[in-house]
């Protein structure tokens, strides 16, 4: 079993959406939890993250953490066509030795 | 933010040279940096971890001699894939953590190699 699990999609919504992307994880142990966009050759870069359980908004974005079901969720409100990007999960026990999710490709069409 | 400079962004090679990548933190120093490996539609794969001054740790199953890491100062790590074979072929990506407590990587902009 992998230590996160993600639909690697492709997911295509319409502009406007609400798109909801989902990890799970196997380790309890996992404290920090992280979204990275990336967009087509790369490098990923921080989206959002939370420390332990529960909800963080940025604008149009919100991370939910439940621990006591190990699931990670990010949603996008009023989704864009510049939200088109592939989107990974990772999670830390330390914030040093990451482990990432597959990533879901995600399109937004105009 | 932390900004992490990758260098080159693509390289193509024949088989049976090597080639060096470069990874550089621009802004802050980094002792620990890590290289991962990324195939087309899948995640990254932590290769090894490099660390300043030190050897490098490599996860199970990369081959140490095949993918030399050198993290001579604290804002410069490189790896060195030597005698590359088109099964090479790969997007390889750095990062580092900044260093101040801020939660999460930063990463290059990933070099993609084609070994033909």
């Given amino acids: 079993q992998k230590e996160v699990e993600q639909d690697p999609g492709p997911l295509s919504v319409p502009e406007g959406a ?6 799970t994880y196997s380790n309890s142990a996992f404290q920090y939890f992280m979204w990275y966009r990336q967009y087509s050759r790369k490098g ?3 989206l959002m993250y939370t420390y332990s359980s ?3 908004e940025d604008g149009r974005f919100t991370a939910q953490v439940d621990k006591s079901s190990k ?3 990010l949603f996008i409100r009023d989704s864009q066509p510049s939200d088109s990007a592939t989107y990974l999960c990772a999670t830390s026990y330390n914030n040093n030795d990451m482990r990432f999710g597959a990533g879901t490709r995600l399109t937004v069409k105009p | 933010g932390a900004v992490v400079s990758q260098h080159p962004s693509r390289v193509i090679c024949k088989s049976g040279t090597s080639v060096k ?6 802004d802050f120093q980094a002792t620990t940096m ?5 195939f087309p539609k899948q995640s990254l794969m ?8 030190s050897k490098a740790t490599y996860e199970q199953g990369v081959e140490k001699d095949k993918f030399l890491i050198n993290h001579a ?3 410069l790590s490189t790896l060195t894939v030597t005698s590359a074979h088109p099964e090479d072929s790969s997007f390889y990506i750095c990062s580092a953590n900044s260093g101040t407590g801020a939660v999460g990587a930063f990463f290059g902009q990933g070099t993609r190699l084609t070994v033909v």
Avoid: D
């Avoid at chain 2, 932590?46 to 001054?53: D, P, Q």
């Fill in chain 1, 18 to 23: 609400i798109v909801s992307l989902n990890c």
């Fill in chain 2, 46 to 53: 932590l290769m090894a971890t490099s660390n300043e001054g």
């Fill in chain 2, 21 to 26: 990548i470069e990874c550089r933190s621009l």
């Fill in chain 2, 73 to 75: 100062s604290l804002t």
């Fill in chain 1, 71 to 73: 699931y990670i969720s």
């Fill in chain 1, 54 to 56: 529960g909800n963080k």
């Fill in chain 2, 34 to 38: 890590f290289w991962y490996r990324q």
């Fill in chain 1, 44 to 46: 990923p870069e921080l």
